[in-house]
């Protein structure tokens, strides 16, 4: 209770006595209660640099702090505010209402995730297949000796990953892809691009061990590279192409 | 046998079935294609050796190619231990089967017995 005062008493970047203002329409819905969700609308002030996020917090400080929303860095850094905006999934925190371009703003949880209360969902899924792809550097002498210097890269070895490198496990491209929509074992491209950012990085030697993994029923196969993973990545990360890559290894054309 | 394996083989064979089948049609267009779908046409080619060949070739590609694809259409549709195993085997006896009865008939025909 004491954290959701601390949110309230937050202040905005949006003064209350802005001209403009949209409908904010948040998806409510307590799965322990709720039998399905239901839309509240909201009339929220905004100004050309307010975002989604920013919206909702108001919505929170004014109207109905019961509101659950996950947030934290608001830079698109933490990867905490995915959710369906206009029926797309976006990180709330780097999405401006005036880029929007509608008078009503429609914010949803993400789709294939459980909901935990209302934007709020669970995580658990993404993060098991995060981590089953080992997503470290795999090394028989991954301890450096006092002698030694840093694994070297060259400028062409480093690019090869890099862009993999800046996903921030936001859980956009898992929301947006249609195979994660229907089959629950599938492990998703936020896993499926980690697993190329790894097997690419020539300091590793875990490529055979991660191939194996991802080589299964539920695993690399079940991507039909529909492409929307790619379209919806903050961060400029493409798991479409690093998934193609990475069948590239399985199918023998890269080594 | 590994996923990869089985999509190597998947991608072969619509490769293969893509060639064969163009293949198949034109010679279709040889003959003008009413004609070719008359009853003593039908059985001339069957008893032309290597058409017959080339038919069961495409038989086994679309065989393997379409029931795998409908495996992985059902794998993707649900989920479980039990239902995964069924389908995977039920997709494969489909696959068995259907080569064979399209085999019987190809060769039945090719014999005469037809």
Redesign the interface.
């Known amino acids: 209770m004491a954290q959701v005062s601390s949110i309230a008493d937050e202040q905005t970047s949006t003064p209350v006595s802005s001209s403009k203002s949209i409908t904010l329409r948040i998806s409510r819905y307590n799965p322990k209660h709720d039998e399905s969700s239901q839309f509240m609308e909201f009339s929220v002030p905004y100004e050309k640099w307010t975002t989604v996020l920013e919206a909702i917090l108001e919505v929170k400080k004014h109207f109905d702090h019961s509101v659950a929303v996950r947030y934290s860095c608001r830079q698109a850094t933490c990867g905490s505010c995915g959710m369906m905006i206009n029926g797309k999934p976006r990180l709330a925190c780097f999405t401006k209402i005036s880029e929007l371009n509608s008078n009503v703003i429609t914010v949803e949880p993400m789709n294939n995730f459980p909901i935990i209360r209302d934007l709020a969902v669970k995580f658990e899924r993404l993060f098991d297949s995060h981590h089953k792809i080992k997503p470290y550097l795999i090394r028989d002498d991954s301890e450096l000796e006092s002698d030694e210097r840093e694994f070297l890269q060259s400028p062409k070895e480093v690019e090869q990953y890099i862009q993999f490198a800046n996903c921030i496990k936001c859980g956009l491209c898992n929301s947006a892809c249609p195979?994660m929509a229907?089959?629950?074992?599938?492990v998703g491209p936020q896993a499926l691009a980690q697993a190329y950012r790894y097997v690419a990085d020539s300091r590793d030697k875990g490529k055979d061990t991660r191939l194996k993994i991802i080589?299964?029923?539920?695993?690399i196969?079940?991507c039909h590279f529909a492409g929307s993973c790619s379209q919806v990545c903050p961060k400029g990360v493409d798991p479409a192409m690093g998934i193609q890559l990475l069948r590239g290894y399985?199918?023998g054309f890269r080594s | 046998m590994?996923?990869?394996t089985?999509?190597?083989i998947h991608y072969g064979t619509a490769l293969a079935a893509v060639a064969l089948v163009a293949v198949h049609i034109l010679m279709r267009l040889t003959q003008g294609f009413a004609e070719s779908l008359e009853y003593e046409s039908v059985l001339a080619n069957y008893k032309f050796i290597p058409y017959a060949i080339m038919l069961e070739l495409i038989l086994i590609l679309l065989s393997v190619h379409g029931f795998n694809g409908l495996r992985?259409i059902l794998?993707?549709?649900k989920?479980g231990k039990t239902y995964?195993k069924a389908v995977s085997y039920g997709c494969f006896a489909a696959m068995i089967g259907l080569i064979v009865y399209g085999s019987r008939t190809i060769i039945m025909t090719n014999m005469g017995m037809i």
């Open positions: 195979t229907t089959d629950s074992s599938f080589d299964e029923s539920h695993g196969w079940r399985l199918l | 590994r996923e990869s089985i999509m190597k992985v794998l993707e549709l989920q995964e």
